[in-house]
């Protein structure tokens, strides 16, 4: 009797004591929060973040990137950012970064204005709770480039030419059929469209004579233009709609944010610090080419990288007007709320 008492008594010691040194080992590691991310100028803020981790988010969530190259299938953790970033390294598009999410994979995503709204249409619960980077009007991040030796006076004449779009969750085919409509021109009727051209094959789309023109990234006019400046033309950047609604939103796991809202509270307050730490950097530093192509502002052909706000709330006029727009182009059926889908509420900073 004595020696089964004896036996249970150190049954129970031994649970309790590895009950406290499991709970005193899980107080000492942070909780991963782990991101679908794709790497553009629209969240180039947020990955300098987490590329700077150490000394910006030590003792908090360990925010992990979980992304994929281009025409890859298989997403993976970035341990490490390369030495230098092309076209091609962490290029995912919204609705794949959500589908990560949906299969647990993810606690979170990195998405643009369009996958947003798609994603509020089909009811998918994850909450926006972040903006983390925006076009800018008056020095927008995007243009329309055209082969050299078409009249860009005379849009009546682009009647017949093929027009480019990148891969995304459809956004930039929208934003093209935008500027088409703006100048006169019936996207549906007029041109061709070839959709969906990578990063990497936009210049041999060209040169192959797939398009005539294209709604085409900073970074690849930039090179376009400095590599071969006969062979192309820049019409206009980003200007035919607000600017302003081209955003990447950071959406998360309802369930995950009910869970973790403190840390989720401190993470994006730092964040907010980091964007105002960097806005004070000297410009000449901020323009700076770094070795990885990691750039912060820029002034070519009165065209700039991507913005954050100094507080990144997310501005929901912006995502109600394009909303609309979609509607319109028949990518979604009809205008829904979107109240719901949005949580501002963790940010310290001013929300102006």
Not at 30 to 53: E, S
Request: glycine content about 6%; overall charge positive; hydrophobic content about 40%.
């Amino acid at each position: 009797m004595y020696n089964n008492l004896l036996k249970i008594f150190f049954v129970i010691f031994f649970a309790i004591s590895c009950g406290h040194h499991t709970a005193a080992s899980n107080s000492t590691v942070n909780k991963n929060f782990n991101v679908g991310f794709f790497l553009g100028g629209r969240t180039g803020t947020f990955f300098r973040l987490w590329d700077n981790r150490q000394s910006w988010l030590k003792d908090q969530l360990n925010v992990r990137l979980l992304t994929k190259d281009i025409r890859q299938n298989d997403f993976y953790f970035v341990e490490k950012a390369p030495e230098k970033i092309d076209s091609k390294w962490s290029k995912a598009t919204g609705d794949e970064l959500i589908d990560l999410v949906l299969l647990g994979k993810a606690d979170s995503a990195l998405i643009g204005e369009t996958a947003f709204i798609k994603m509020v249409h089909k009811k998918i619960p994850l909450i926006a709770i972040a903006e983390t980077g925006h076009d800018l009007k008056g020095k927008a991040g995007h243009a329309m480039v055209f082969r050299s030796g078409i009249d860009l006076k005379n849009p009546k004449s682009w009647k017949g030419l093929t027009f480019g779009a990148r891969r995304s969750a459809g956004g930039d085919l929208i934003v093209l059929k935008e500027f088409l409509l703006s100048e006169g021109l019936d996207p549906y009727k007029d041109v061709k469209i070839v959709d969906q051209i990578d990063d990497d094959k936009m210049y041999s789309s060209f040169e192959r004579g797939l398009i005539d023109a294209s709604y085409v990234h900073l970074s690849t006019v930039r090179s376009m233009i400095e590599q071969f400046p006969d062979k192309f033309q820049v019409y206009k950047a980003l200007d035919w709609i607000n600017p302003e609604i081209s955003q990447a939103l950071l959406v998360v796991n309802a369930n995950y944010l009910k869970e973790n809202r403190s840390k989720l509270k401190e993470l994006l307050n730092t964040y907010s610090r980091f964007i105002v730490w960097e806005k004070a950097l000297p410009k000449d530093k901020r323009k700076i080419r770094g070795a990885r192509g990691i750039q912060l502002e820029e002034d070519f052909m009165g065209m700039d990288f991507p913005q954050s706000y100094d507080c990144p709330y997310i501005r929901k006029e912006l995502l109600v007007e394009w909303q609309k727009v979609l509607v319109r182009h028949k990518v979604v059926p009809s205008e829904l709320p979107i109240d719901s889908y949005i949580d501002n509420s963790l940010f310290e900073c001013e929300i102006k």
